[in-house]
């Protein structure tokens, strides 16, 4: 399961489907729908909010209107309303690991999506994330 930090604009086409399912994957989890993945690390950020399945859904938010902005049709029914005033923070550590780790996927299966992640220095979280300083999270698998 990858939830990324990073805004979904960089995100190739299977990357932006894959994280909805991963989203909705980890939505049954955080709402006890399902038995598997119960102990995901990248959970742990989403289990600290008061509502972790508002919390979720706000994520999915994102991800759905970046699928939106491409054409794409995601079923948003699948999500509640999320918590618009919701903020999470991710470390600039843990936004550079992601963005070395998606430049590799990008180089593999759709090099033409490289470009945006060229200049480290404008890489933009997810819409629901705050940059703060700091390492990589503990839960990234490096």
Do not use: N
């Not at 989403?46 to 972790?52: E, V």
């Not at 939106?68 to 903020?87: C, V, W």
């Not at 180089?107 to 300083?133: K, M, Q, S």
């Amino acid at each position: 399961m990858r939830l990324w930090s990073l805004h979904p604009r960089y995100l190739d086409a299977a990357g932006l489907v894959a994280c909805w399912r991963e989203g909705l994957l980890a939505r049954a989890v955080l709402a006890g729908a399902t038995v598997g993945y119960r102990r995901h690390p990248q959970l742990d950020r989403f289990r600290g909010c008061a509502d972790p399945v508002a919390a979720i859904d706000s994520y999915l938010r994102g991800v759905l209107a970046e699928a939106g902005r491409r054409g794409y049709r995601f079923d948003g029914s699948k999500i509640g309303p999320g918590d618009d005033a919701l903020r999470l923070t991710v470390t600039d550590g843990q936004l550079a690991c992601e963005r070395a780790h998606l430049l590799g996927k990008l180089t593999r299966r759709a090099a033409a999506c490289r470009d945006a992640l060229a200049d480290p220095t404008t890489v933009e979280p997810h819409p629901l994330f705050r940059i703060v300083p700091g390492p990589p999270e503990p839960w990234e698998r490096r």
